[in-house]
T-cell receptor
Framework: GAVVSQHPSRVICKSGTSVKIECRSLDFQATTMFWYRQFPKQSLMLMATSNEGSKATYEQGVEKDKFLINHASLTLSTLTVTSAHPEDSSFYIC????????????????FGPGTRLTVT | QKEVEQDPGPLSVPEGAIVSLNCTYSNSAFQYFMWYRQYSRKGPELLMYTYSSGNKEDGRFTAQVDKSSKYISLFIRDSQPSDSATYLCAMSLYSSASKIIFGSGTRLSIRP
C-alpha cells in the first residue's frame, strides 16, 4: 500500500512551452501533497505544499506564477511549469501525506518516482 | 551554513562491511529524523524514522540520534551490493509528513 505515481517519468520540451506533471496517490487519499525539485548531485528542495481544494503554499524563492499547482482531488495534484526555460531542467518529485491517525506524529509521507524534465 | 550537512561521498566499501553514514544539523528544534534511500533516477524511499534522541533498529539498519550534539547516524551491517544507492538524511519539526529538510545525500557503493 501507500503507492504514489507520477506521469510522465521523463519529458523533453522546447523553451517557452508549458509542461504538466501529474502526481497520484494510488491506494489512499491525500489531502496534502508536496512538490520537490532535485538538481544533479544535490538534495531535494521543497517547492510547495499542495492542499486539496485550496491554494498551494510556496516556499520562499519559488515563483508561483511559473510553477502552477492544482490539487483538485484527494488523489491527484498537478504541477505545471509555464514558459519553461533550460534552467528549469531538473528532477521533479512529488510526495503525498498519508494520515494514519488524528495526530501529526501519525502522518507519513510517501514519494513518487520522479519526473525528469529537460528543456531544450 | 546549511541547516543539514551531509558528506556527499562517494563512499565505497567491500561487501559485508559495516557502513556508517552521518549528518549534522543546526536547528535544535528538529524532532523527527529520517533516512531515505534513493536509487538513481528514482524517488526516495523511507528507510528509518526516529522521533527525538535514541536508537532504532530494523534488520541490518540502525539509526541513532544524538540531539545534544545535533548528530544523526545510520549504520548498515553486513552490507550488500543491493545497498548501493544514495542515502539522504532528513529531518522535520513536527512529523515526517510536515516540511522535511533533506541533506545532500551520500553516494554509497558496495563492492562485491
Amino acid at each position: 500500500g501507500a503507492v504514489v505515481s507520477q506521469h510522465p517519468s521523463r519529458v523533453i520540451c522546447k523553451s517557452g512551452t508549458s509542461v504538466k506533471i501529474e502526481c497520484r496517490s494510488l491506494d489512499f487519499q491525500a489531502t496534502t501533497m508536496f512538490w520537490y525539485r532535485q538538481f544533479p548531485k544535490q538534495s531535494l528542495m521543497l517547492m510547495a505544499t499542495s492542499n486539496e481544494g485550496s491554494k498551494a503554499t510556496y516556499e520562499q524563492g519559488v515563483e508561483k506564477d511559473k510553477f502552477l499547482i492544482n490539487h483538485a482531488s484527494l488523489t491527484l495534484s498537478t504541477l505545471t511549469v509555464t514558459s519553461a526555460h533550460p534552467e528549469d531542467s531538473s528532477f521533479y518529485i512529488c510526495s503525498a501525506r498519508l494520515d494514519r491517525g488524528p495526530f501529526q506524529d501519525s502522518y507519513e509521507q510517501y514519494f513518487g518516482p520522479g519526473t525528469r524534465l529537460t528543456v531544450t | 551554513q546549511k541547516e543539514v550537512e551531509q558528506d556527499p561521498g562517494p563512499l565505497s566499501v567491500p561487501e559485508g562491511a559495516i557502513v556508517s553514514l552521518n549528518c549534522t544539523y543546526s536547528n535544535s528544534a528538529f524532532q523527527y529524523f529520517m533516512w531515505y534511500r534513493q536509487y538513481s533516477r528514482k524517488g526516495p524511499e523511507l528507510l528509518m524514522y526516529t522521533y527525538s534522541s535514541g536508537n532504532k533498529e530494523d534488520g541490518r539498519f540502525t539509526a541513532q540520534v544524538d540531539k545534544s550534539s545535533k548528530y544523526i547516524s545510520l549504520f548498515i551491517r553486513d552490507s550488500q551490493p543491493s545497498d548501493s544507492a544514495t542515502y539522504l538524511c532528513a529531518m522535520s519539526l513536527y512529523s515526517s509528513a510536515s516540511k522535511i529538510i533533506f541533506g545532500s545525500g551520500t553516494r554509497l557503493s558496495i563492492r562485491p
